[in-house]
């Protein structure tokens, strides 16, 4: 069937956080016209104004886009997974003009979700198209140099959207059916976290055993095939990789099957910033402290990034405060929404700590400026403790 709608000339991005921003400008950078909508007046203010964009929170600036790019959150604010932003925007897309649009969900969604939804937008769910999006942000990689891969309801969805992305110079994958699209992002997304969680468990190991993580990893690494080496810390944060394998557990449990592996890693992500904080009372009470000042290095969800948002680091130090006094150490990240409870420092500590916990690295962090900060060194990136003098003998 040829398409009715080419070409496309005003693309408008739904949801405009981390992903939609990004979207938004890779076709703003295609010179088409486009338009961004978000229900958060105070998120449209902090975008401020972006050449050849609308930015709005009225629903109707969307009528005269011919594609919708979906990049609405699966989280509820309190962390869980959820849905409803999409119900709202269901309801809220009633008030469209009745037009053929393409839409295209950008968002991680659980398997089976993206045909439930053209369903809800009756007639106009003939266009529907599913290209999760893959986009890691600090990594310094375009959106755009990122293959999508792309599921669609129907032939004419699936040209469109090989189209639009072709036009942006995006390299896409097509995939049928469109629960391939789904499960291949979040297969990707648990890929990582058994991955991360293994090597968390294994630096656990080495700090144990008193040989350096990093060391065997990079070792490891020397082998030309099947090995992929992975960073250890304090576990994974964010709000992809640790929430969104939940929904590849809910799709298994619904087929009456258990995924020990991936819900070993779920648990076993949890669970990794409790074992450091035993290891580390352990540590300190043989020196008899109890509760030691403790500084933790890192407070984003990943290196080189300033967001904070489900940040491991974060959930570690709060754990650490019920028994130490702890204060948090990160030069670049986001300071605005920083949590209230937690004592954050920009600037490298001039004070002596009992403990320092890296939990994780930017790029320049001085490790050797914090190791005279403490007779304790944990450094979780590279799965090695150290401890320089003793401590109870220190001054
Ligand atoms: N952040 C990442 O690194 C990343 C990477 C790949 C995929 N994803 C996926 O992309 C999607 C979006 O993630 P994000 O990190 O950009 O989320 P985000 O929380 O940063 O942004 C979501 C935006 O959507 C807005 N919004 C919420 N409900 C809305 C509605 N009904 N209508 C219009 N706007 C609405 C919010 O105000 C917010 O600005 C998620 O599905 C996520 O899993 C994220």
């Not at 398409?3 to 005003?10: C, D, T, V, Y």
């Not at 984003?300 to 491991?312: E, F, H, I, L, V």
């Not at 190791?371 to 150290?386: F, K, M, N, T």
């Amino acid at each position: 069937m040829d398409a009715h709608l080419n070409p496309i000339s005003r693309v408008g991005v739904v949801g405009l956080g981390t992903i939609g921003s990004q979207e938004l400008a890779l076709w703003q950078r295609t010179g088409r016209e486009t338009v961004g909508f978000d229900v958060s007046e105070p998120r449209i203010k902090a975008l401020g104004s972006q050449a050849g964009s609308r930015l709005s929170t009225r629903i109707g600036d969307l009528n005269d886009a011919d594609a919708l790019i979906l990049c609405l959150p699966n989280l509820s604010p309190s962390g869980e997974n959820s849905m409803a932003a999409f119900d709202r925007f269901v309801a809220d897309a009633q008030s469209l003009d009745e037009k053929e649009r393409l839409v295209v969900v950008a968002s991680t969604v659980p398997i089976g979700f993206t045909r439930e939804l053209a369903a809800r937008f009756g007639a106009n769910g003939r266009l529907v198209a599913h290209a999760p999006e893959r986009f890691d942000p600090g990594r310094g990689t375009e959106l755009g140099e990122i293959p999508r891969v792309v599921g669609a309801l129907t032939v004419e969805a699936m040209k469109l959207t090989i189209d639009l992305y072709k036009q942006a110079g995006v390299t896409t994958h097509p995939v049928d059916p469109i629960e391939v699209a789904e499960a291949s992002k979040l297969l990707e997304n648990s890929f990582r976290l058994v991955n991360i969680s293994f090597i968390n468990e294994f630096a656990e190991l080495c700090r144990r055993l008193g040989i350096v993580a990093a060391d065997v990893i990079d070792a490891a690494a020397t082998k030309p095939f099947a090995f992929m080496a992975h960073q250890p810390g304090v576990g994974a944060g964010g709000t992809c990789i640790p929430t969104m394998p939940r929904y590849l557990l809910d799709a298994a449990r619904q087929n009456g099957l258990e995924m020990p592996i991936l819900q070993d890693a779920v648990t076993g992500n949890e669970q990794i910033i409790e074992r450091v904080a035993g290891h580390l009372r352990e540590l300190l009470s043989a020196s008899g402290i109890e509760r030691g000042r403790v500084l933790v290095v890192g407070a984003s969800y990943k290196p080189n990034y300033p967001d904070a948002r489900a940040s491991a680091a974060i959930a570690f130090a709060r754990g650490l405060a019920k028994h130490h006094s702890v204060v948090v150490y990160d030069p670049i990240v986001d300071s605005a929404n920083f949590p209230k409870d937690v004592e954050l420092v920009r600037s490298m500590p001039e004070t002596r700590f009992d403990a320092v916990v890296i939990a994780l690295k930017h790029r320049d962090t001085n490790v050797d400026a914090l190791r005279q900060l403490s007779p304790v060194l944990i450094d979780l990136v590279r799965g090695a403790v150290e401890v320089t003098e003793s401590l109870s003998t220190r001054k």
